[in-house]
């Protein structure tokens, strides 16, 4: 079964820190670049980042310095490191995986992206 599975998620106060999983099964993410999402409760799904085949990440600005997208090729995984977390990040985080030729030029992490993750939750509170 070809899948994305997300983990990680959870409670932190503010200023704390999280990793997020992306794992792939039924198929090689080596081979694709990887998004992270997020949508708050009543807002709209956002790109967070997104790293492509060849190891080169992109982030939005409002989590740049912040938070870094890492791949492990052997895992068949891939990694959201959050740190300074606020509580504007709280959300449900998703990956997506799409083919690196896909990209859209000139945009933030748009692919046609083929696989989607269920996502994991994120909570940031005190």
């Known amino acids: 079964q070809l899948q994305l599975v997300e983990s990680g998620g959870g409670l932190v106060q503010p200023g704390g820190s999280l990793r997020l999983s992306c794992a792939a099964s039924g198929f090689n993410l080596y081979y694709y670049a990887i998004g992270w999402f997020r949508q708050a409760p009543g807002k709209e799904r956002e790109v967070v980042g997104c790293?492509?085949?060849?190891?080169?990440?992109n982030y939005v600005d409002s989590v740049k310095g912040r938070f870094t997208i890492s791949k492990d090729n052997a895992k068949n995984t891939v990694y959201l490191q959050m740190n300074s977390l606020k509580p504007d990040d709280a959300a449900i985080y998703y990956c997506a995986a799409g083919p690196d030729a896909t990209y859209y030029s000139g945009t933030l992490c748009i692919y046609e992206y083929d696989y989607w993750g269920r996502g994991t939750q994120v909570t940031v509170s005190s």
């Open positions: 790293i492509n085949v060849g190891g080169s990440s």
